[in-house]
Nanobody, 126 residues
Framework: QVQLVESGGGVVQAGGSLRLSCAAS????????MGWFRQAPGKEREFVAAINWAGIGAVYADSVKGRFTISRDNLRKTVSLQMNSLKPEDTAVYYC???????????????????WGQGTQVTVSS
């Protein structure tokens, strides 16, 4: 099991940028896929981005492709989400998550992730 703590959320105007960070503790951070999800009020939790253990393979939701970039630092046990060209529809609580097992294909479904952070609010004003 790994403990995950997100930070970096806030309020930003449309077109602006934010950088979210997730700090991991507990089991070794390296060797495991890490992902970001988000949940807007009244909506289901949705996949945003994920990165493999080596940090050289990443997948993105179509809605954020080209605007968001996920990265990780295995030495510091952190995973980050750089969000540019933010839109009001990006407003949500953003969660960091990790599966407990090693995976070959980067998962995109929330049920494939076992450990979750508490979330950080991102609000984009128009």
């Amino acid at each position: 099991q790994v403990q995950l703590v997100e930070s970096g959320g806030g309020v930003v105007q449309a077109g602006g940028s934010l950088r979210l960070s997730c700090a991991a503790s507990g089991r070794p951070h390296s060797g495991y896929t890490m992902g970001w999800f988000r949940q807007a009020p009244g909506k289901e939790r949705e996949f945003v981005a994920a990165i493999n253990w080596a940090g050289i393979g990443a997948v993105y939701a179509d809605s954020v492709k080209g605007r968001f970039t996920i990265s990780r630092d295995n030495l510091r046990k952190t995973v980050s989400l750089q969000m540019n060209s933010l839109k009001p529809e990006d407003t949500a609580v953003y969660y960091c998550a990790a599966p407990r097992g090693h995976v070959i294909v980067i998962p995109k479904r929330s049920y494939e992730y076992d450990d979750w952070g508490q979330g950080t609010q991102v609000t984009v004003s128009s």
